[in-house]
């Protein structure tokens, strides 16, 4: 091989050696600068970090919203932590307004900001608001999974209500003491976390089934039916939405339409009433209760 183009072969393998270490070096920068990046600002790669998040200035940080993106996003437990069977859910803001403040350090830190109002009735005032209303949850049950799950019947739940006349229904605060039994602190359930308000409550409107039913306008009781079972007039229904789970028969229907169950089904003639006759239409009419 000729001298000169064996100068000209390392001279050229020396120019790629220079290369691939600039190239070595450039990623080893990036990395370098990358790693500073995080660093500065580590809220990048999660939540685990514990510096404060900007907020911007021009929110309304005068009431809470649940449904706000930042808030609608993190798991109840951090706010509402449970270590109690307690009805009434436990607030944040003991212990240095936390978890709050670790996102809203710069609202907090005027000592009567409009933040403070959202808890306290007033800025300059230690008292502390009732818990309001959730208007903004639904209520999230499926009667089908827990009456499969076995050992769970309508009498868990539902209790004589206005004199047996009606069943009650579990509502507010004191529905949790229905529920808590099962649903306690830390509880498992296939393993799945079952404690967590996300079990039974997400955002959304929530229209909640109503305890005055019509069979009641015609004089039912459901203390004067004790010995039926609730199968005998109430099926369940897999997959619907939470008003349409249980069926309810047609009380002002002596004939059921075909879609349901109806009085007939029971009082066919030989209890009641059946057919054409209406001579005994008071053992269920009577009073103020009967009305077309």
């Keep these: 091989m000729r001298r000169t183009e064996l100068y000209q072969r390392c001279r050229l393998m020396?120019?790629?050696?220079?290369?691939?270490?600039?190239?070595?070096?450039?990623?080893?920068?990036?990395?370098?600068?990358?790693?500073?990046?995080?660093?500065?600002?580590?809220?990048?790669?999660?939540?685990?970090?514990?510096?404060?998040?900007?907020?911007?200035?021009?929110?309304?940080?005068?009431?809470?919203?649940?449904?706000n993106a930042n808030h609608a996003r993190l798991p109840c437990l951090l706010c509402h932590r449970r270590e109690t069977n307690a009805a009434v859910p436990k607030l944040p803001g003991a212990g240095g307004h936390l978890p709050c403040a670790g996102c809203h350090a710069q609202q907090f830190s005027a000592s009567s900001g409009p933040i403070c109002t959202v808890c306290h009735r007033d800025a300059n005032s230690s008292a502390v608001k009732s818990f309001?209303?959730?208007?903004?949850?639904?209520?999230?049950?499926?009667?089908?999974?827990?009456?499969?799950?076995?050992?769970?019947?309508?009498?868990?739940?539902?209790?004589?209500?206005?004199?047996?006349?009606?069943?009650?229904i579990p509502a507010g605060f004191n529905a949790h003491n229905t529920c808590y039994p099962c649903h306690t602190p830390r509880a498992q359930s296939g393993g799945r976390d079952i404690s967590s308000c996300g079990t039974c409550h997400q955002l959304g409107g929530y229209s909640r089934t109503p305890e005055f039913a019509q069979a009641f306008r015609v004089g039912f009781?459901?203390?004067?039916?004790?010995?039926?079972?609730?199968?005998?007039c109430h099926q369940v229904r897999a997959g619907q939405p939470q008003r349409r789970q249980i069926t309810a028969p047609e009380p002002l229907n002596h004939h059921a339409t075909g879609r349901g169950q109806s009085c007939m089904t029971c009082h066919n003639g030989k209890?009641?009433?059946?057919?054409?006759?209406?001579?005994?239409?008071?053992?269920?009419?009577?009073?103020d209760t009967w009305h077309f």
């Design 14 to 67: 020396r120019v790629r050696f220079l290369t691939w270490r600039m190239a070595g070096f450039i990623v080893v920068i990036g990395m370098t600068a990358c790693m500073a990046g995080l660093l500065l600002h580590p809220r990048s790669v999660g939540s685990q970090s514990t510096t404060p998040m900007q907020m911007p200035e021009s929110l309304d940080y005068s009431k809470f919203q649940h449904s």
């Design 132 to 168: 309001p209303p959730m208007r903004s949850f639904r209520m999230k049950f499926d009667h089908a999974r827990h009456l499969n799950m076995g050992g769970v019947s309508c009498a868990a739940c539902h209790r004589p209500s206005r004199a047996g006349v009606a069943q009650s």
């Design 221 to 232: 009781s459901h203390a004067k039916h004790q010995k039926e079972s609730c199968a005998g």
């Design 271 to 287: 209890r009641a009433f059946g057919g054409d006759d209406f001579s005994v239409c008071k053992r269920c009419h009577s009073k």
